[in-house]
């Protein structure tokens, strides 16, 4: 078992990467814009963020509440998603960036997120997506597993004590293969898309040197456009939205 430690020693590798690597701000600024395309200002709550890591989408939605599980300047609120400290209906948005595949149970997490969320209220995903192309960069060069034969816990709750859980292909798995018919229960999926990434993917992430200079960005990216048409062979990230049916 991994403690839950290991996950504020990401985030301090994350912050220490993040400031050194100018190029990643620019990638990550284009996938903000993605989550921001979802964000319907009309349903009356507040945004919040939960696992907001160091903090970057307040950078594009300055209204929005960051949460994570261990106190840092940058955050407003420590929780732990399955237990949220938002009164029921309160809210009109939650974000994940890169968190839901680390949810151990992700029915117990949904359970939670409906409580908190109007009658109208969206949740949306930002996750890896595992495709022909990016499975063995996910795979060899990322430090987490990307879990495809992992059996899947469909709990609605999750006892304590908590550890540290990671399966990137998790969304694939559940919104995009749909594993398990019928899920999630209880929500509509209102936006589902997966598209080509290379120009992250290429980039080394936080934990790896980029391959490329920042002046090749632009046309990396245009290169992603085009071959988003074919998710499965290309896809390496994905957005997902959902609404309480």
């Keep these: 078992m991994i403690s839950l430690e290991q996950h504020q020693v990401e985030i301090q590798k994350n912050l220490q990467a993040w400031e050194a690597k100018p190029l990643l701000q620019e990638i990550y600024a284009s996938f903000y814009q993605r989550i921001i395309s979802l964000i319907d200002p009309k349903i009356p709550g507040r945004i919040v963020e939960i696992g907001s890591g160091i903090g970057n989408l307040k950078t594009h939605l300055p209204g929005a509440i960051s949460t994570d599980l261990f106190a840092n300047p940058w955050l407003d609120v420590v929780c732990d998603g399955y237990d949220l ?6 809210l009109s948005h939650l974000v994940l960036f890169d968190v839901f595949h680390h949810l151990r149970a992700p029915n117990a997490f949904l359970r939670e997120a409906r409580r908190v969320l109007n009658r109208s209220g969206r949740l949306i995903l930002f996750e890896p997506y595992i495709s022909w192309s990016s499975f063995p960069i996910y795979g060899l060069l990322h430090h987490e597993p990307v879990g495809r034969k992992q059996p899947l816990n469909m709990g609605l709750s999750l006892p304590r004590p908590r550890d540290y859980y990671a399966a990137q292909g998790n969304a694939t798995r559940l919104f995009f293969d749909k594993e398990i018919s019928g899920w999630p229960e209880g929500w509509n999926a209102f936006h589902a898309q997966a598209f080509s990434s290379f120009s992250y993917l290429f980039s080394g992430g936080y934990s790896k040197p980029s391959t490329y200079p920042a002046s090749w960005l632009k046309g990396i990216q245009q290169c992603d456009a085009a071959l988003s048409r074919w998710p499965r062979l ?11 049916k």
């Design 85 to 90: 400290p938002f009164k029921s209906g309160s």
């Design 234 to 244: 290309f896809g390496g990230r994905c957005l997902v939205g959902l609404q309480p």
